[in-house]
């Protein structure tokens, strides 16, 4: 396996836990509650939640590219793991 397989490999799973734990703390946490502006009783931390969600597309998108880094499709997986970097720093 080569080293960005691996890389990708390792970070995919924890990234989508932390992914996880951020959109549940997002609905959990905030003012939404106390001040009585949630509907659904929820905390409302739209930040939170948003931040959770992009870290489960970024595990996704990380899984993909180990698997085709793992396959015989090298340039595509490189390709799909080199646009993370590009993206990071057009925001």
Do not use: C, F
Request: no cysteine; glycine share 14%.
């Amino acid at each position: 396996m080569h080293e960005r397989a691996k890389a990708a490999a390792t970070t995919a799973p924890k990234l989508r836990k932390a992914g996880e734990v951020a959109h549940i703390a997002g609905h959990i946490i905030g003012d939404g509650r106390t001040s009585g502006a949630s509907e659904r009783d929820n905390g409302d931390d739209d930040a939170l939640v948003g931040v959770g969600v992009l870290a489960q597309i970024a595990a996704d998108l990380l899984d993909a590219a180990g698997a085709l880094l793992s396959g015989t499709n090298h340039y595509a997986g490189a390709a799909l793991s080199s646009q993370g970097r590009s993206w990071r720093w057009s925001i």
